[in-house]
């Protein structure tokens, strides 16, 4: 039997699927979807023990360890998982250790028979909202129009993170107790406000790119360096590894020109490092990083407002040592 997905139907590049969600503008669902679909006692139980845990960050994994397991590349892991840390506000307010521990949680050890909707792991932050309560990721697996597989990882926070920021959405109530999938029978229901979802492709590498399934222009002709620095994202993050080698040439253009502005430059650096990154070439991203930071403390302007300090002091360095730690399975690197 076909089973669909029940709610608002969301287009994520090539990715179909299906979110049920009372919560149009900003703020927590009037009426919680946990009135439709009740709690089970199990479910009832970890809700319970996720309130009461005290420690940085708890792993609850569901995956059976005696079927094949699917692991991921260790690169683009690092960056996608890295982007949901900030989304959330967690590069800042987990350890280093903690934040690994959260970024391995949301892609690795996936089963390969994928089973729509089935609970592979809930990762926990404890005391997340203002109110006390848990911040929950619970991860999933679905599939794209193409049958590839994707993690789809559920929240328990209100819709609008992307728009408004984490520090408004942590003083909102959770929208839902247990983000989940439920199986009605004949669909399945989304119990969640907000989703991330990202792509798993057949050699292990990951992307929540928007231009998943895209055409990509051409770099000739593009209007400014912005363009550039934007275009050179979607390359990167495509499903396409033979189109990567076409960002070099442009980034090292903007970012050597001394008449571009140097927010601009950084930036170019910064998407050159990601190349790096991508390709598995942690010694030349770890240099590429280094320039961007030489390049900006060498440099007179703000860089905090964009916040682009950041970014170059402390996302890219964590960055790199949390793909160090996934690339050798030692966490001693994080140290």
């Known amino acids: 039997m076909n089973k669909t997905l029940l709610g608002n139907t969301l287009l994520f590049g090539t990715l179909i699927f299906v979110v049920m969600s009372g919560c149009k503008t ?12 009740p709690l089970s006692v199990e479910e009832h139980q970890r809700l319970e023990r996720y309130r009461a845990l005290t420690r940085e960050i708890e792993i609850d994994d569901f995956v059976d360890y005696e079927q094949p397991i699917r692991y991921v590349n260790p690169y683009t892991q690092a960056y996608e998982g890295y982007r949901i840390l900030r989304l959330f506000g967690l590069h800042r307010s987990l350890s280093l250790p903690a934040r690994y521990e ?12 994928i089973v729509v909707g089935a609970p592979i792991r809930n990762i926990i932050v404890p005391g997340w909202f203002v109110s006390g309560d848990p911040l929950i990721f619970h991860v999933s697996q679905a599939y794209t129009g193409s049958q590839q597989p994707v993690m789809v990882v559920l929240t328990n ?26 199986d009605t029978g004949t669909t399945y ?14 050699d292990g590498r990951v992307s929540a790119s928007g231009a998943l399934g895209h055409q990509l222009p051409a770099f000739d002709g593009l209007p400014d360096s912005r363009s550039v620095i934007n275009l050179s994202d979607a390359y990167l993050r495509d499903e396409d590894l033979s189109n990567d080698d076409a960002v070099v040439e442009p980034l090292l253009a903007v970012a050597s020109n001394e008449a571009e502005n140097a927010l601009l430059r950084v930036h170019a650096r910064l998407q050159l490092f990601m190349y790096h990154l991508f390709q598995g070439d942690l010694d030349r991203a770890e240099r590429t990083a280094e320039e961007a930071r030489d390049f900006m403390l060498g440099r007179e302007e703000d860089f905090a407002e964009s916040g682009t300090d950041e970014l170059v002091l402390e996302d890219a360095p964590s960055i790199l040592k949390i793909a160090h730690a996934l690339e050798t399975g030692n966490e001693a690197l994080l140290h």
């Open 26 to 37: 900003i703020g927590p669902s009037t009426q919680k979807t946990g009135s439709i679909f």
């Open 102 to 113: 959260c970024v391995r949680a949301l892609f690795s050890a996936a089963p390969t028979r």
């Open 157 to 182: 926070t209100a819709s609008g993170i992307r728009k408004h920021g984490y520090p408004i959405i942590q003083r909102l109530d959770p929208a839902v107790d247990y983000p989940r999938f439920v």
């Open 189 to 202: 229901a989304v119990i969640a406000d907000e989703q991330y979802s990202t792509v798993l492709f057949p």
